[in-house]
């Protein structure tokens, strides 16, 4: 078995919270962080002069590492790079492109570099080019997605690479965080989960929609322009399914149709015509309350499902 990701990243707990665009900001993460988990900081749609404004604020709100979000199809990436270059948060995650030319200069600045992954193939390739750790994501997953699920990507990827494994991708309550472990994972990658923290900034709107959210309640939009985002079942991604399924839109219209939408349901509050990325595990989302207990009921639920494991037998 590899290192848990607590080893890695000298954090108490295995547990990421994972980087949200137009959400994930300093407050959400330090509150993660001095939880025992690691919180991340989004630079997804940002300008250099936000990030380095919320990396220099969490470093306020605690001594505990925390991490940035990197997203690679964006871009003002390599002036990203050059603020988280210079500000030195403890690791950086890397999704949506190619992240290994940025491992050196990550690894230069004293920063662990740990991308995220859809599939064996790319694990491999990020592993042999030095990567400390990784994020294998499945379809679960809200936002940006691939077409593996969880609990395929777990059985191939964790037996495929020498570095540690954090799986992403449905995630939301401790029995979740222990199966992860059993099956060799280094620890577990939640977002949704974290949307209904107290210190997350989302839009109240969203908030709501969540918690009233049934187990069916999202949809997959994107598929046909190789670029799907998982979320919530509302106006906006209904129509563009339609749109997108019986050829009623080129993908220059699809595309415009999309840009903005992340950030008017997260930001704005427009739940029927922003798209409200969250992943499949809904039910799971009771309340709202600080990251603190939601991380203090993971660990919990995880602990007393390992026990339980141990005394199953064949």
Request: charged share 20%.
């Amino acid at each position: 078995m590899q290192k848990l990701i607590t080893e890695v990243l000298n954090i108490e707990y295995p547990i990421i919270q994972g980087g949200m665009a137009w959400i994930s900001e300093s407050k959400l993460a330090a509150a993660v962080s001095n939880a025992g988990g690691a919180g991340i900081i989004s630079s997804g749609g940002r300008t250099t002069e936000f990030v380095r404004e919320q990396i220099r604020l969490a470093k306020k709100l605690t001594e505990k590492p925390f991490g940035v979000n990197m997203m690679l199809m964006a871009p003002n990436k390599e002036e990203i790079l050059e603020v988280i270059c210079e500000e030195k948060p403890a690791f950086v995650t890397l999704g949506a492109g190619n992240p290994v030319p940025y491992f050196e200069r990550l690894h230069k600045a004293g920063i662990k570099a740990v991308p995220v992954i859809p599939n064996v193939k790319l694990a491999k390739r990020v592993a042999a080019a030095g990567a400390d750790a990784l994020v294998a994501e499945g379809m679960e997953a809200g936002g940006h997605i691939g077409v593996l699920s969880t609990m395929a990507l777990m059985e191939q990827v964790i037996p495929a690479v020498n570095i540690p494994v954090v799986m992403a991708g449905g995630f939301a309550d401790g029995k979740g965080l222990a199966a992860a472990l059993l099956m060799g994972a280094a620890g577990v990658q939640m977002g949704t989960r974290f949307l209904v923290a107290d210190e997350c900034q989302v839009h109240q709107n969203v908030k709501d929609m969540l918690l009233s959210a049934k187990d069916t309640d999202t949809i997959v939009t994107g598929y046909t322009l190789g670029a799907a985002v998982r979320g919530l079942k509302n106006k906006f991604s209904q129509d563009f399914v339609e749109k997108e399924n019986k050829g009623g839109a080129t993908k220059e219209e699809l595309i415009k149709m999309a840009t903005g939408t992340n950030k008017l349901a997260a930001v704005e509050g427009d739940i029927e015509y922003g798209m409200v990325q969250a992943g499949e595990s809904l039910t799971l989302l009771e309340k709202i309350e600080p990251a603190a207990d939601i991380i203090k009921s993971i660990v919990i639920e995880a602990r007393a499902a390992l026990r339980q494991a141990e005394q199953i037998r064949f």
